[in-house]
């Protein structure tokens, strides 16, 4: 058996714009985590620092691509200030 994953959050059982006001003041932000191989890279423990830093890239590219409820910024770890942590 094969799985599909279903990416469209559209399908989701739920709808983010459903919030009363009060709950949706309980959203600040939201992080997307990224924890998966990419092809042509090893796992976490594995990448040079250079790899890293493409990995990096291509996420940042990835994410820019995104538009109306998926858009945002990017924080990268090593520049974020404290502000934003």
Known sequence: MVHT????YREL?????????????????????VAR?????PLG???SREQ???IEQKIIEACNK???????????LATMSEADR
């Open 5 to 8: 994953s279903d990416m469209n």
């Open 13 to 33: 059982g739920y709808r983010l714009d459903k919030f009363d006001e009060e709950g949706a003041k309980l959203i600040r932000s939201t992080r997307i985590r």
């Open 37 to 41: 191989n990419i092809a042509g890279y």
């Open 45 to 47: 423990p594995g990448l």
């Open 52 to 54: 890293r830093l493409e």
């Open 66 to 76: 995104f538009d109306g409820d998926l858009a945002g910024k990017y924080y990268s």
